[in-house]
């Protein structure tokens, strides 16, 4: 089909809409990443079917839809050089954020408000962290007088096989609410179970495979946050691992936000300090995805995302020097969550790249999420230079007070170096050539294009990876 974006707006009963262009070139979709997002408008009633149309202007390329990390394929279709998208102000958006935050001390309690009564909760936990930082016996005492089945030992990078033991636990015992307790890696099991467990195909693992375009319900859950870093707890997203053939996919869905989310600072006083640091690295890289891009004329989306990052570049060393610092730790907690909750990401061209690149080398060599962001980076900036460079210099200008891209670049691997994060595959004792044969053939067999241009394909990829050593 032919695609096209309009710059501005016309509206049919109050709602934007984008529609085809004769003139538009062929761009390559995925049809179930339309199909995706047709669902996701349907769900919550936004505009029907027979008006949602897709649109981007002559020079867009959208690549393989499956690069997409968050919930829209339109804001990663961006021109090829900033100079095609003068006149446009910012991408039409639709933002709708249905979880409600439950932030500060104590707050845990508030939980037996939230449940009713009579609800069936599976409650889901990793190792035994719950039950040193106080989580256990507050979130115990919270779900008094409901029936509870616990399920603990989601692993970091949440395993699909281990996820599955949960979806059989859930359907024996009749489970219609999920309550995750830890970071990420719990709240992305536990939405991927609520989603399996009302999956109707032979294998849930379609549902990662189809990124959630077929996922069409799902049992409600609720998170208690206790690592700050992906953002999962207050969005749709969930990234899950298969152990059997070395893959770690991604889905979205409009189903899976969690309907509360405790943010309880005190609770991650006792995270090690590789966890804190994975964390703060983790939120400033979802926050550059959707950020460091090219110049889209979206100032507040602009400014939301520069103090993200200039507050987790003040709090981030402080947090990891005094773990009881309770104003530092709020002020990281509440960072990682608006970094990846859709509002900075609002009508803006996103990148992702990083993210994909590094959730291969997740899966082939076990290195922790922020850790392969933190290598990759740089390299997608080096590697994206021209293109990235006005973005580069603004970012360096406003967050770092210095002049130049090639400042901004220095600058951010300092402020890793500064929480003990290593940017390079030699310090893991990693052959940089091997990962990018890897991932080179990973990408060509699941034909990924990704990248604010779509133009970072297996060859670009591998490039970036070489540049790692």
Not at 349 to 367: C, K, N, R, V
Not at 454 to 466: C, F, H, M, Q, S
Request: hydrophobic share 40%; proline share 5%.
């Amino acid at each position: 089909m032919k695609l096209s974006r309009v710059c501005g707006s016309r509206e049919k009963n109050g709602v934007s809409l984008y529609e085809r262009e004769a003139a538009a070139e062929t761009v390559p979709v995925r049809k179930n990443a339309l199909t995706a997002i047709i669902a996701e408008e349907k769900s919550h009633q936004f505009v029907p079917e027979d008006i949602i149309k897709f649109v981007a202007k002559p020079g867009f390329r959208a690549g393989n839809a499956e690069f997409s990390h968050t919930e829209k394929i339109l804001p990663l279709i961006g021109p090829k050089n900033s100079s095609e998208g003068k006149g446009c102000v910012m991408d039409n958006f639709i933002f709708k954020n249905p979880t409600e935050i439950l932030f500060g001390k104590g707050m845990i309690a508030e939980i037996k408000n939230r449940i009713p009564g009579d609800r069936r909760v599976l409650f889901l936990y990793g190792g035994g962290s719950v039950k040193r930082n106080g989580v256990y016996e507050q979130v115990k005492s919270a779900l008094r007088g409901r029936k509870v089945v616990e399920f603990s030992g989601i692993e970091p990078n949440p395993l699909f096989e281990t996820c599955l033991k949960a979806v059989s636990a859930v359907k024996k015992n009749r489970i219609n609410f999920i309550l995750a307790a830890g970071g990420g890696s719990v709240l992305d099991a536990g939405k991927f179970i609520a989603a399996a467990a009302l999956f109707r195909g032979n294998d849930p693992w379609a549902i990662l495979k189809e990124q959630g375009a077929n996922v069409t319900g799902a049992i409600p859950v609720g998170a208690v946050l206790t690592l700050p870093a992906t953002g999962s707890e207050s969005n749709g997203n969930s990234v899950i691992s298969k152990a059997a053939t070395s893959e770690k996919l991604h889905f979205y869905s409009p189903f899976i936000y969690p309907v509360f989310s405790v943010l309880d600072p005190e609770t991650t006083f006792s995270l090690p300090s590789k966890f804190v640091r994975n964390g703060i690295v983790d939120a400033f890289i979802h926050v550059m995805e959707q950020y460091l891009t090219y110049p889209a004329r979206a100032p507040l989306q602009d400014r939301f995302a520069e103090a993200i990052l200039q507050t987790l570049v003040d709090v981030g060393p402080l947090t990891l020097r005094k773990p009881g610092d309770y104003e530092a730790r709020a002020a990281f907690m509440w960072a990682a969550t608006l970094a990846l909750n859709s509002l900075i990401g609002c009508g803006v061209p996103q990148d992702w790249s990083t993210h994909m690149i590094g959730h291969e080398i997740t899966a082939f060599y076990g290195l922790d999420h922020a850790e392969t962001l933190a290598i990759i980076l740089p390299g997608v900036w080096e590697q994206k230079f021209a293109s990235k460079k006005k973005k580069l210099e603004q970012y360096a200008g406003r967050v770092w007070g210095a002049a130049g891209a090639h400042e901004a670049v220095r600058k951010t691997e300092e402020f890793f170096h500064s929480l003990h994060m290593p940017t390079r595959f030699s310090d893991y004792g990693i052959s940089a050539e091997e990962a990018a044969r890897k991932v080179r053939d990973r990408f060509r067999e699941r034909g990924y294009v990704c990248g604010e241009h779509g133009d970072i394909g297996p060859e670009a990829a591998a490039k970036i990876l070489r540049s790692r050593a």
